[in-house]
């Protein structure tokens, strides 16, 4: 699912099930999604969302559908590799490229992936969660910044593996993610997930975001509250 926020911001929210594609942000996001200022158009190839700061683009293809979520209801589709590709392109207004939403990643906790010990955080009267992440295009030039107060003594984060969480023990002082990005390029990311995410950025040309936890569906109880992927573009 995609949705504008304004004419510089648009969310993007992905997921194998579809009640949580729809769902709404996680807590923290205020703001309601609006298409003042945007229009939309079909072609054979891709479905465009236009305004007067950006252009948002999902391409059609035989493993990327249109409407930008897909459902399954197959354990197995809940694997690392099994969730459908789906090609999002965002550029300014005038059609100068910022960012292409290459992969996204849905798997339950798995001893393949080596991720089975989430398990073991899960209460019984806790709703299913996934391991989720995403890829994204990073520009041979761009540089990254912001992602919190972190110790590791470097500014710009490009070519760095950042493990984003709240950590009171950090050797160099206590470390705390925030877990938006903002770059030369002229835009802005905001990985909408609370739970400890791996940010890895400008490797091989790309940008990962990689979280223990993605869940929409959360209940009074639950300990960890945590979106499937919530991207917001700002033109900086």
């Known amino acids: 699912m995609i949705e504008p926020y304004a004419p510089n911001i648009v969310r993007v929210s992905l997921s194998l099930r579809h009640d949580d594609a729809v769902a709404a942000p996680g807590y923290g996001i205020t703001a309601r999604s609006s298409m003042e200022g945007w229009k939309s158009s079909r072609t054979e190839n891709a479905d465009t969302l236009r305004s007067i700061d950006l252009q948002v683009s999902v391409t059609s293809s035989p493993r990327a559908s249109g409407s930008g979520h897909h459902d399954g209801g197959e354990i197995g589709r809940f694997f690392s590799g099994s969730t459908p590709g789906v090609g999002i392109h965002i ?50 030039d761009e540089h990254d910044y912001g992602l919190g107060q972190n110790q590791e003594g470097y ?31 002229g835009y802005a990311l905001l990985w909408d997930n609370p739970s400890r995410t791996t940010v890895s950025l400008g490797f091989n040309g790309q940008n990962t975001f990689q979280s223990e936890v993605g869940r929409v569906s959360v209940s009074s109880s639950s300990r960890v509250r945590a979106t499937m992927i919530f991207i917001a573009v700002t033109v900086c």
Do not use: E, I
């Open 155 to 185: 500014l710009d984060r490009r070519g760095h593996v950042l493990r984003c969480a709240h950590d009171y023990n950090a050797p160099g002082g206590q470390s705390v993610c925030v877990p938006f990005m903002v770059t030369n390029q």
């Open 91 to 140: 550029a300014k207004g005038d059609g100068t490229h910022l960012l292409d939403l290459q992969g996204w990643q849905m798997a339950v906790p798995n001893y393949k992936d080596g991720t089975a010990w989430l398990n073991n955080d899960r209460r019984p009267a806790d709703p299913p969660f996934f391991t989720v992440g995403a890829t994204f295009s990073a520009a041979p």
